[in-house]
C-alpha cells in the first residue's frame, strides 16, 4: 500500500518529536555514566578525546532503552496533539477511522524497533568490550595504575591489591593487602605496613616492594597453612602480559555477540551448567526492540483519549507505562533468574502485557468508547475488593 498523504503527515510529526526525546533521554542518561568518566579524568588525567569515546562507547547500552519510550513519547505526544486540535475528530468525519491510523504509527515503531535490534545485537556487544578496553589502556597507561586509597584494584589478573593510603609524589603505600590467587590451590595473603610502588612503562613492569609484613599461604590440596613473616619482599608483575589476559578473558552475557551466546548456551548445556541467565539475556536482545511496537500501540489511545490535557501530563503517562514495562521487566528477570518461570516467559512477560493492554484499548478507543470510564470503572473495583478484604 502506498503512503498517502495522512501517512506522511503523521509519520512529519512523529519523527521530530521522536528526536528531541531521544536527545533528551539520552543525556539524562548519560550523565549516569559521567560520575565514572569523572574519576577516569581526576585520577588518571583522561584527555577530551578519550572522554568523548569513552560516551560513544557507552551509548548503545542507554539507547536500548532510550529509543522505547522516545518511540512511545513520540506517538503519545503527536496524538496528544492531535487529538487536542480536533484533527482526529476532522478525520473520524471524513471516513477515517483509528485503524486507518494504525499503518504509519506501525511503520514507525517496526523501524524504532529494527533500530533498538541493532542496538541489542551489535552496539551494545561492541560499545562494552570497547569502553572495558579503552579503560584498561587508560589505567596502564598511568604511572599509578589507578591505585586509589581505600579501594579494591584488580588491575592484574588474578592479584587483588587495596592500599590505606597511596602518596602519589613519593609513591609510598600505606596499610597494604595483597591477595595473590595465581598458583591454582595455593592462595597467598600479604599484609604490610608499608611498600613502595616502582613502575617501568617502557618494560611494562611493575615492581611492589614491601616492608615488616606476613605472608600467609594456604595449601588447599594437602589441607596446610603457614605464615611467614618478612623484613622485605618484591612482586613483580608484567603489564603487558595482564594486558594479553584482559583482551582475552572470557566475556560476559551481555558483551557476547549473538552468536557467541549461542555458542555459550550450547556449551554450557553440554557440560551440564545453568545457562538460564544465557537464555534470558538472548530472548532479552529481541523482546526489549519488540517494547517499540507494543509501547507505540499501546500510546495511541492513550494519546487521543488524553483529550484537552497539557504536553506535560503526556510526558508523565508516557513515563509511568514506561516504569509500568521496566518493573514487569525486572520482575519477570527476577521470576526468570529462580527458575519459577521460562526464560522466554520471563522475558517476553512485559512485552505480553503491555501489548494486550494495547490492543484492548485501541479496540476500545476506535468504538469512540470513553477510556476514562473503563480507569474509573477498575478504580471502583479495585476499593470494593480492598474492602472486602478489610472486611
Keep these: 500500500m502506498k503512503p498517502t498523504a495522512i501517512d506522511r503527515y503523521i509519520m512529519a510529526e512523529l519523527v521530530p518529536v521522536f528526536g528531541v526525546s531521544l536527545a533528551v533521554f539520552t543525556l539524562v542518561f548519560l550523565t549516569h555514566q559521567l560520575l565514572d568518566i569523572t574519576n577516569f579524568i581526576v585520577n588518571y588525567g583522561t584527555g577530551l578525546g578519550v572522554v568523548m569515546l569513552m560516551l560513544v562507547y557507552s551509548t548503545p547500552y542507554f539507547l536500548v532503552y532510550v529509543i522505547p519510550i ?14 487536542g486540535d480536533n484533527e482526529i475528530v476532522a478525520l473520524k468525519s471524513s471516513g477515517v ?9 506501525m511503520g514507525f515503531c517496526v523501524a524504532a524497533c529494527l533500530l ?14 570497547a569502553f572495558k578496553q579503552l579503560a584498561y589502556t587508560v589505567v596502564t597507561s598511568n604511572p599509578n595504575l589507578g591505585i586509589v586509597d581505600r579501594e579494591f584494584n584488580t588491575l592484574f589478573n588474578g592479584i587483588t591489591l587495596y592500599v590505606g593510603q597511596f602518596d602519589k609524589k613519593q609513591r609510598v603505600l600505606s596499610d597494604v593487602f595483597i ?22 612503562m617502557v618494560g611494562q613492569v611493575v615492581r611492589l616492594s614491601l ?17 611467614i613473616r618478612f623484613e622485605t619482599y618484591d612482586i613483580h608483575l608484567d603489564l603487558e602480559r595482564a594486558g594479553q589476559v584482559a583482551s582475552t578473558a572470557a566475556r560476559s552475557e551481555k558483551e557476547m555477540s549473538l552468536a557467541e551466546l549461542f555458542d555459550h548456551i550450547q556449551k554450557a548445556g553440554a557440560a ?28 495511541v489511545p492513550l494519546g487521543v ?56 484499548l485501541y479496540a476500545e478507543a476506535a468504538k469512540d468508547r470513553n477510556l476514562r470510564t473503563f480507569f474509573e470503572m477498575l478504580q471502583v473495583r479495585f476499593r470494593a475488593g480492598a474492602r472486602g478484604e478489610a472486611a
Design 70 to 83: 522516545s518511540t512511545m513519547m513520540a506517538v503519545l505526544l503527536t496524538f496528544l496533539r492531535m487529538s
Design 179 to 200: 591477595e595473590d590467587q595465581r598458583s591454582a590451590g595455593k592462595p597467598v595473603t600479604i599484609c604490610a605496613p608499608s611498600g613502595t610502588l616502582d613502575v617501568d
Design 305 to 360: 483519549q488524553a483529550r484537552g490535557r497539557k504536553t506535560s501530563s503526556g510526558i508523565g503517562l508516557a513515563l509511568v507505562f514506561f516504569l509500568l514495562y521496566y518493573l514487569v521487566l525486572s520482575g519477570g528477570e527476577i521470576l526468570g533468574e529462580s527458575g519459577f518461570l521460562h526464560p522466554a516467559l520471563a522475558m517476553w512477560l512485559p512485552d505480553m502485557v503491555m501489548g494486550g493492554l494495547g490492543l484492548f
Design 116 to 129: 533498538t535490534l541493532l542496538m541489542t545485537l551489535w552496539g551494545l556487544p561492541r560499545g562494552k568490550v
Design 97 to 105: 477511522s483509528l485503524y486507518r491510523l494504525f499503518y504509519p504509527v
Design 211 to 227: 616492608a615488616d609484613g606476613r605472608m600467609y599461604q594456604v595449601d588447599l590440596r594437602d589441607r596446610s597453612s603457614r605464615v
Design 272 to 299: 551440564g551448567l545453568p545457562r538460564g541467565s544465557a537464555r534470558m539475556e538472548l530472548h532479552k536482545k529481541f523482546s526489549i526492540p519488540f517494547a517499540c511496537v507494543v509501547l507505540g500501540l499501546l500510546a
